[in-house]
T-cell receptor, first 113, second 113 residues
Framework: RKEVEQDPGPFNVPEGATVAFNCTYSNSASQSFFWYRQDCRKEPKLLMS???SGNEDGRFTAQLNRASQYISLLIRDSKLSDSATYLC??????????????FGSGTRLQVQP | DAGVIQSPRHEVTEMGQEVTLRCKPI?????LFWYRQTMMRGLELLIYFNNNVPIDDSGMPEDRFSAKMPNASFSTLKIQPSEPRDSAVYFC???????????FGPGTRLTVT
């Protein structure tokens, strides 16, 4: 099983729609999770961190289901500017205090007018 | 504050040539990461440093790749000799030891013909 798996999409949604992405991870010891956003031909940037059951920031909600080992990202009231690739990210390996991150392959979102 | 700085932004070279990519992390960040991104394989961690010391280089594809960090403000990734399959975007990222959030540079788009 891959460390992180995501549906590549693309998800094509109209403005104002609600869209959700799921991500599954294999390392049951992971305690923290992240969603990064990557615009076309740009670098990834942190969107949200998830350390417990979930996190909400405006129109964005991230939820964690430890039993099923998946993380979701919900975007409400989609804007054209939300069009990007969303990367699910988990720390690598066991907690050694010097951990790197494993990035999923990303889910592409296209919001249409 | 300046973010992570990478140079060059674009590099086109012929197969067999040596390529050197450069990175200046954010001042005060003690972790530095080198990634490679392709459509087929997504974002892959190549190597990372903590306090200028390489911690994990298991992602370096083969001996043609080498990375150094001679001081806290500079790192290089070298490919010698380069091959067409090395064509990708190479990102450098840095972070502090107190956070998982990584800050990415703008990337170097490498094309090997």
């Amino acid at each position: 099983r891959k460390e992180v798996e995501q549906d590549p999409g693309p998800f094509n949604v109209p403005e104002g729609a609600t869209v959700a992405f799921n991500c599954t991870y294999s390392n049951s010891a992971s305690q923290s999770f992240f969603w990064y956003r990557q615009d076309c031909r740009k670098e990834p940037k942190l969107l949200m961190s998830v350390y417990s059951s979930g996190n909400e920031d405006g129109r964005f909600t991230a939820q964690l289901n430890r039993a099923s080992q998946y993380i979701s990202l919900l975007i409400r009231d989609s804007k054209l500017s939300d069009s990007a690739t969303y990367l699910c990210v988990v720390p690598k390996g066991r907690d050694t205090g010097r951990r790197a991150l494993t990035f999923g392959s990303g889910t592409r979102l296209q919001v249409q007018p | 504050d300046a973010g992570v700085i990478q140079s060059p932004r674009h590099e086109v070279t012929e197969m067999g040539q040596e390529v050197t990519l450069r990175c200046k992390p954010i001042s005060g960040h003690d972790y530095l990461f080198w990634y490679r991104q392709t459509m087929m394989r997504g974002l892959e961690l190549l190597i990372y440093f903590n306090n200028n010391v390489p911690i994990d280089d298991s992602g370096m594809p083969e001996d043609r790749f080498s990375a150094k960090m001679p001081n806290a403000s500079f790192s290089t990734l070298k490919i010698q000799p380069s091959e067409p399959r090395d064509s990708a975007v190479y990102f450098c990222a840095s972070r502090t030891s107190g956070s998982y959030e990584q800050y990415f540079g703008p990337g170097t788009r490498l094309t090997v013909t």
